[in-house]
């Protein structure tokens, strides 16, 4: 866990935004660009001996897989939050996608785990399971659970997690629940 030095009484930004990165997740990446290399290599400079139809499943399941992996990881390389005086934005990856916004209307509490890893949410990702709810896990660490007020949580996986809980603590108490704020 990092020590991050704060000052409760000191007044929030506007916006306050964090991130989380996974650099190993590259590594991921680079294996799934190395897949769908090998499919174009196959595709372009083929000797194969055994028929079209072999060759052409080749090509298609290095393509295939090659995309799914590498697209698939840099979906989830870093994940972005924003905390803003309505709402609460979440964006994964490079270009924002997939991305979910949660007005704060909707929040019933936030609280800061030290210990978020994909272990207990199955893997990196957006993950959702029913008895746990939904998480956005980009890496081991400290992350916000989010309370909702229709009973589900969310958690995000971000660096310095206590600061975000502490803006959204805030901004929660100045709203009333179930309105707009």
Not at 37 to 48: C, F, P, R
Not at 126 to 134: L, N, Q, S, V
């Amino acid at each position: 866990m990092r020590h991050h030095p704060h000052d409760d009484s000191a007044p929030h930004a506007d916006v306050w935004t964090g991130r989380a990165t996974n650099r190993v997740q590259w590594l991921l990446a680079l294996a799934g660009a190395a897949c769908l290399a090998l499919g174009i290599e196959l595709a372009v400079d083929s000797a194969w001996t055994s028929g079209i139809a072999p060759l052409v499943m080749s090509v298609v399941g290095c393509i295939a897989a090659g995309l799914l992996v590498l697209f698939g990881t840099l979906a989830f390389v870093h994940v972005a939050l924003r905390v803003d005086k309505e709402c609460l934005e979440v964006r994964c990856g490079h270009i924002g996608v997939p991305r979910r916004r949660i007005p704060l209307s909707q929040v019933a509490g936030a609280e800061f785990d030290p210990h978020v890893t994909p272990r207990h949410w199955g893997g990196w990702g957006y993950r959702w399971r029913p008895e746990k709810g939904t998480a956005v896990v980009v890496r081991r660490g400290e992350g916000i659970v989010l309370r909702l007020w229709d009973g589900h949580t969310f958690t995000i996986t971000v660096d310095d997690a206590e600061s975000a809980v502490r803006v959204i603590r805030d901004r929660l108490g100045r709203a009333t629940p179930g309105t707009a704020h």
